[in-house]
């Protein structure tokens, strides 16, 4: 085995360490200020060298690999769009068997799989059930940007009510996406996994914890992560990272574990921020009247306060 | 030290898979292939095997998955059927294109609609393009013998092709046949472990499956076609290794009875054993005819097709399956690799045995006597058909 990461060097950052080794090369060719290559880079320290990646088709995928290069500086393999979670289960079965039958050396390789939300809670669904259901080892993550951005941002289950799409765009008939956004991490947790969390990117030694605490856990683990995108969302990519603050000081999207069961908010500020301030700087939300915000603001109190109930549950129960 | 044994087809299928000691099985179950992964989750729970079994939630991750494991190195097998088969449309041309090599039994079966569990072909032609080496079985024997070779050649270093081994599902699929099963010893010195060139491995970090953009996909295809073009000498290497091994002598296309022959008919898998039944009988009364059937589906064998039909002026072709708006597909790309040679057989398509439809003894023996008369007065049909009201 080797022991180069333990040699590289880490620096201290807020509070912990990180290794300033970077295992996503640059010269990508991701979106200037795309929260995904944060999100990505960040995890791929969290994760160390000792992994393998299996990735869905998607911006990731097709930003990092235009043959004949790559910027993956660990072991990575894409096959389609929809099968992420099959590919991760043949992964991380086919090590098992080849380090049981002395083939593969047992080092603690881990298996970490990953694709945006239309992999994760549309077209990928079914496999990456599947693989939560039958226990593999790995970790999921998802990097949600709300919609298929990699095609030219067409809504996906995951686009958020009232949020302007090409595919559901807002008109005089409509205000774009008249439905709900997928709870997905509700659904990973419906599996009784052991780990599912929610993350961003502004929130980077939060991002990071949670992805090393998904890898080390034994069995199936989800981190859900929230990618701010300029180009679908419509902003400009030096509002990244206060974007991703502001989704999860409004409560539109808190940050949350939730372990065997037990869910726990990491981030609980004492008053909400209004929505409005998260949606004003989108041009997705452009189109939104006043009334449209006023409604949108109930959805999220709401959805926030039954999250603050399964915590209260889980701790009363504790 | 081989022994004789009565086994059905889908049993010494799962028997060659333990005797390759594969390491991953990834399967779905579906009529006629239940058989088959079923016996290997057996022999994984008695300890028969060490294998891992991944019951999967669909064909279309019992494919995915075995990417991921041939990625890994691991030795992988299925097995599906006729709608499995499509539904895994998408992974099929994934496997050959990213150099993994699978195995996979296909018990074929129709597709939708009206459902059918039947047998036919047209699961296979639907796949004929995936890129995958393809071959038929007429027999237990064969289903055996073939799912040890297809290990060997899809695994070779030079081919690294995923390799699927065709079996028509329930009249061979399940029927118990006397075979030889080959002792563990042979099969070990036939098929060596598995040793894929470039896994997954943190000590040596590489990029599977990237974006080809257009100024790389054509040059990335041609070498695709032209390693499987080249497979074509291992895979008869590798046959002639198993005769040396086990005495069985297996070809791209088999000839039977075709010395002097004037017409010949042409058909695959299980029913070359009933069409060798008619050729018998008819040869018996004096009639100059011989069978010849494709083994080797993919890479098509052009120049063991063309060596076969030469002298010949008739050829008969059995199609199970219809590529609609177009007739026979077997019929098409036979009478199209014939078309440049000099002096080539008249060739007359038939469909038929769709969808579990029986075709006895009688049926080829219309088959032989319309294609002839087709042959010699030619037909204003498009498609001829046998045994369809």
Same mark, same amino acid.
């Given at each position: 085995?080797k ?9 201290k950052?807020?509070?912990g360490?990180?290794?300033?080794t970077?295992?996503l ?7 200037t200020?795309?929260g995904?290559?944060?999100?990505i880079?960040?995890a791929l ?9 299996? #990735? ?28 992420v ?6 992964v991380?079965v ?8 002395g ?11 990953m ?6 809670s549309?077209i ?16 999921y993550?998802c990097?949600?940007n709300?919609?298929?951005?990699n ?11 009232g949020?302007?799409?090409t595919?559901a ?6 205000i774009?996406?008249i439905?709900?956004?997928? #709870? ?10 052991p780990? &599912? ?10 991002l990071?914890?949670k ?14 992560v ?6 679908g969302w419509?902003?400009?990519?030096? &509002?990244?990272?206060?974007l991703?603050?502001?989704? &999860?000081?409004?409560?539109i999207?808190?940050?949350y ?16 921020k209004?929505?409005?301030?998260y ?7 452009r ?20 999250l603050?109930e399964k915590?209260?549950a ?5 | ?9 889908s049993?010494?299928?799962a028997?060659?898979?333990?005797m390759?000691?594969?390491? /991953?099985?990834?399967a779905y179950?579906?009529? %006629? ?6 016996r290997?989750?057996?022999m994984?729970?008695?300890g028969?095997?060490?294998a ?12 995915s998955?075995?990417l ?5 190195g ?16 998408n992974?099929?041309?994934?496997a050959?294109?990213?150099?993994l ?6 018990a074929n079966?129709a ?16 796949v ?10 007429q ?8 799912t040890i070779?297809a ?5 070779d270093?030079?081919? =690294?092709?995923p ?5 028509d599902?329930?009249?061979?699929s399940h029927? /118990?046949? %006397?075979?030889?099963l ?5 099969v ?10 470039? %896994?997954?491995?943190p000590?040596r970090?590489?990029t ?9 996909y ?7 076609e032209?390693?499987?073009q ?21 070809? %791209? ?10 017409t =010949? ?6 029913y ?6 008619v050729?018998?009988q008819?040869?018996d009364? $004096?009639?100059?005819i ?6 080797l589906?993919?890479?098509f064998?052009?120049?063991?097709l ?7 002026g ?34 007359v398509?038939f469909? $038929? ?5 029986d ?10 006597d319309r ?5 010699d007065?030619g037909s ?8 369809i009201?």
């Amino acid at each position: 085995m080797k022991t180069q990461e333990a040699k590289r060097k880490s620096v201290k950052f807020a509070d912990g360490e990180v290794t300033t080794t970077e295992f996503l090369a640059e010269g990508h060719n991701f979106c200037t200020g795309c929260g995904e290559s944060l999100g990505i880079r960040m995890a791929l320290k969290a994760l160390g060298e000792n992994v393998i990646a299996v #990735n869905a088709t998607g911006c990731a995928e097709v930003c990092t690999t235009p043959l004949p290069y790559t910027s993956w500086r660990i072991p990575w393999i894409h096959t389609l769009f929809e099968n992420v979670g099959a590919v991760v289960s043949g992964v991380e079965v086919g090590l098992k068997i080849l380090v049981s039958k002395g083939r593969i050396e047992d080092r603690g390789i881990k298996c970490v799989a990953m694709g945006g939300d239309g992999a994760t809670s549309d077209i990928g669904l079914q496999a990456l059930s599947g693989a939560f259901e039958r226990g593999h080892d790995f970790l999921y993550i998802c990097w949600d940007n709300e919609a298929y951005m990699n095609t030219g941002i067409q809504r996906s289950s995951a686009t958020p009510y009232g949020a302007a799409t090409t595919t559901a765009p807002a008109g005089k008939q409509s205000i774009g996406q008249i439905t709900r956004k997928k #709870n997905m991490p509700a659904i990973a947790a419906a599996h009784d996994i052991p780990y &599912v969390a929610t993350a961003s990117p502004s929130y980077r030694m939060d991002l990071m914890k949670k992805i090393k605490k998904g890898a080390e856990t034994e069995g199936p683990a989800y981190v859900h992560v929230l990618v701010p995108c300029p180009t679908g969302w419509r902003h400009g990519g030096e &509002v990244t990272i206060e974007l991703g603050k502001l989704a &999860v000081q409004t409560g539109i999207f808190p940050l949350y574990e939730i372990e065997n069961g037990r869910y726990k908010l990491n981030a609980d500020p004492p008053e909400l921020k209004p929505v409005k301030e998260y949606l004003k700087m989108q041009g997705r939300y452009r189109h939104l009247s006043d009334a449209d915000i006023e409604k949108i603001q109930a959805m999220v109190n709401a959805d926030y306060a039954r999250l603050k109930e399964k915590v209260a549950a889980s701790s009363a129960s504790s | 030290m081989s022994k004789r044994v009565a086994l059905e087809a889908s049993h010494a299928v799962a028997e060659a898979a333990r005797m390759a000691n594969v390491d /991953v099985i990834s399967a779905y179950p579906i009529t %006629p292939q239940t058989h088959i992964p079923e016996r290997l989750a057996e022999m994984v729970a008695d300890g028969e095997l060490n294998a891992a079994y991944i019951p999967v939630e669909s064909e279309h991750s019992a494919m995915s998955a075995c990417l991921g494991a041939a990625a890994i190195g691991a030795r992988t097998f299925t097995a599906t059927a006729g709608p499995g088969l499509e539904y895994m449309h998408n992974v099929l041309y994934v496997a050959p294109s990213m150099r993994l090599p699978v195995v996979m039994t296909v018990a074929n079966r129709a597709l939708s609609a009206p459902i059918s569990i039947w047998g036919d072909h047209s699961d296979v032609m639907a796949v004929r393009d995936t890129g995958w080496i393809q071959v038929f079985c007429q027999n237990s024997q064969e289903a055996f013998d073939l799912t040890i070779w297809a290990f060997r050649v899809g695994e070779d270093r030079s081919v =690294l092709f995923p390799v699927m081994v065709h079996l028509d599902g329930f009249p061979l699929s399940h029927v /118990v046949e %006397p075979m030889f099963l080959p002792g563990q010893a042979d099969v070990d010195r036939f098929l060596p472990r598995f040793q894929y060139p470039y %896994p997954l491995d943190p000590d040596r970090p590489m990029t599977h499956g990237a974006l080809g953009p257009p100024d790389i996909y054509s040059e990335a295809k041609l070498a695709q076609e032209m390693a499987l073009q080249e497979s074509r000498n291992v895979i008869l290497q590798a046959w002639k290794e198993f005769e040396d091994v086990f005495g069985r002598r297996y070809s %791209p296309v088999e000839e039977y009875r075709t010395e002097g022959a004037e017409t =010949l008919l042409l058909a695959m898998g299980s029913y070359t054993e009933t069409a060798k039944i008619v050729i018998d009988q008819r040869r018996d009364h $004096g009639e100059a005819i011989g069978l010849i059937s494709i083994r080797l589906w993919r890479p098509f064998p052009y120049e063991e097709l063309r060596r076969a039909v030469k002298g010949a002026g008739r050829l008969i072709v059995f199609d199970r399956c219809i590529s609609f708006g177009m007739g026979g597909p077997v019929f098409s790309e036979v009478r199209s690799a014939l078309y440049d040679e000099d002096r080539r057989p008249k060739v007359v398509g038939f469909v $038929g045995g769709l969808g579990g439809r029986d075709v006895p003894e009688k049926e080829f023996g219309y088959l032989i006597d319309r294609g002839k008369e087709v042959a010699d007065r030619g037909s204003d049909r498009m498609m001829e058909t046998v045994g369809i009201r």
